[in-house]
């Protein structure tokens, strides 16, 4: 049996915290609080935001698409052990976080979601945007996927096979977008120009070059 | 629990609210409770299950109103005081408590590049055998834990296929409430849309749920 855990004794005996209407100072004076007891670090809290706000984000995924599009072997790598094809780049480590990789083609469209909660492949593509932390992605895109996907843009043809993957344990998902036509001239670097973050969630395709706009 | 973050299968929550050009935090106080939360993460008081909890026990109302960072803020706070990092006094006060010597932060600056603060730890490498073979129908056991649990709604009670055996992971059930880690295998289990949602869906579209043990059965 899946235990009834005492969610009752755990929690009904605090009170929830109140979420004031201007988080700013709370937040101010609990850093300073945090930080006089020696909780945390304040250069360590610049270098994290430093990290997500300048390092992490979906420049990482996008040269991880880049690499299996032009090197068939790395994509097969890829396609079979992501964690590790991956960790090659640079970009996350085997001990790290586990990841898939899936791959669109003309006939199969991935998505990923987290109906949960938030569960977003912070190494390849950094933090999630607000829509995709959201009720209306999240509530909706398992039920009509095809519906969400035409408000993103994306209107896919009904022999399309659409596979939505909802992150519910800790392995975090990444889309290979189809690579676009018109592209094999291109060099990896030029390839990872055009990968956009939505098309490695998987609610856009990757534009041809020139095409403006995310779909 | 059945709580209001187990959306998935609802409906009338409105567009997809898409912000062109969006930037990672919308406001400074945004990045200061992130960091702060892994920050004082690294104090190994708490896993993130128990966190998730936190913004699962939200009262409903206030967890569709408040935003993404709020949800931390309050999750933060709770974890901080329940785990033993602050007392709610020092929280009200603002003040640390007197008489006590000031402790080291596990995390400094020098660490972040080379520890990627986001790893999440929950695999774990011990023999515990598979009750399910890649290929078997399975069902979602119709199930409904009042505390923490990641078999959603939409899933209990329907038919799949497991695709893929991920190997061993901790239990989110247990671990969330500080009961053990339960290690046990998790699956990729493929729905059929139909099978979740009737007729009206594509016959060829799927959904994929990663499952633990402990919430599938023979089907």
């Given at each position: 049996m899946t235990p009834n855990v005492a969610h009752g004794q755990e929690h009904h005996d605090h009170e929830h915290q109140a979420v004031p209407s201007d988080p700013t100072l709370r937040v101010k004076a609990l850093e300073s609080l945090l930080v006089e007891k020696g909780i945390v670090d304040r250069n360590a809290l610049d270098a994290l935001v430093d990290t997500y706000e300048n390092k992490i984000g979906p420049r990482n995924g996008a040269r991880v698409v880049a690499r299996a599009w032009a090197d068939p072997r790395y994509k097969a790598r890829l396609l079979a052990d992501a964690t590790s094809a991956i960790a090659e780049l640079g970009y996350s480590s085997k001990q790290g976080d586990r990841m898939l990789v899936v791959e669109n083609t003309p006939k199969v469209h991935n998505v990923i979601v987290c109906t949960l909660c938030s569960c977003y492949p912070w190494p390849v593509?950094?933090?999630?945007?607000?829509?995709?932390?959201?009720?209306?992605?999240?509530?909706?895109?398992?039920?009509?996927?095809?519906?969400?996907?035409?408000?993103?843009?994306?209107?896919?043809?009904?022999?399309?096979?659409?596979?939505?993957?909802?992150?519910?344990?800790e392995l975090r998902y990444l889309v290979l977008p189809e690579r676009p036509a018109g592209t094999e001239n291109l060099n990896e670097e030029k390839l990872a120009a055009l990968v956009t973050r939505d098309a490695m969630v998987g609610v856009a395709k990757v534009a041809p070059p020139q095409a403006e706009g995310r779909s | 629990m059945n709580g209001i973050h187990d959306m998935g299968g609802m409906q009338d929550m409105g567009p997809i609210q898409y912000e062109k050009n969006e930037p990672v935090f919308h406001a400074r106080w945004e990045s200061r409770v992130f960091a702060m939360f892994i920050a004082a993460g690294a104090w190994g008081r708490w896993n993130l299950d128990a966190f998730r909890h936190t913004r699962e026990v939200l009262p409903p109302?206030?967890?569709?109103?408040?935003?993404?960072?709020?949800?931390?803020?309050?999750?933060?706070?709770?974890?901080l005081v329940r785990r033993g990092l602050l007392t709610a006094h020092e929280i009200a006060s603002g003040v640390p408590r007197p008489g006590e010597p000031k402790a080291s932060p596990p995390?400094?600056?020098?660490?972040?590049?080379?520890?990627?603060?986001?790893?999440?730890?929950?695999?774990?490498?011990?023999?515990?055998?598979?009750?399910?073979?890649?290929?078997?129908?399975?069902?979602?056991?119709?199930?409904?834990p009042t505390g923490h649990t990641r078999l959603p709604r939409y899933a209990r009670g329907k038919v799949g296929t497991v695709y893929l055996d991920h190997g061993v992971y901790v239990f989110p059930d247990t671990n969330a409430h500080f009961l053990g880690e339960k290690p046990q295998h998790v699956y990729s289990v493929r729905f059929a849309a139909r099978e979740l949602w009737g007729a009206e869906a594509a016959p060829q579209d799927s959904v994929y749920v990663d499952a633990w043990d402990d919430y599938l059965e023979p089907a």
């Open positions: 593509l950094g933090l999630p945007p607000v829509w995709y932390k959201s009720a209306p992605y999240r509530s909706r895109v398992v039920i009509d996927p095809r519906g969400v996907l035409r408000e993103f843009g994306l209107d896919l043809a009904e022999d399309v096979e659409v596979r939505v993957w909802d992150s519910t344990a | 109302a206030d967890y569709l109103r408040v935003s993404y960072y709020e949800q931390w803020l309050s999750g933060l706070l709770d974890l995390l400094t600056a020098d660490k972040i590049p080379a520890t990627l603060p986001n790893r999440i730890h929950a695999h774990r490498d011990v023999g515990v055998l598979p009750r399910f073979q890649v290929g078997q129908r399975v069902r979602a056991r119709n199930i409904h």
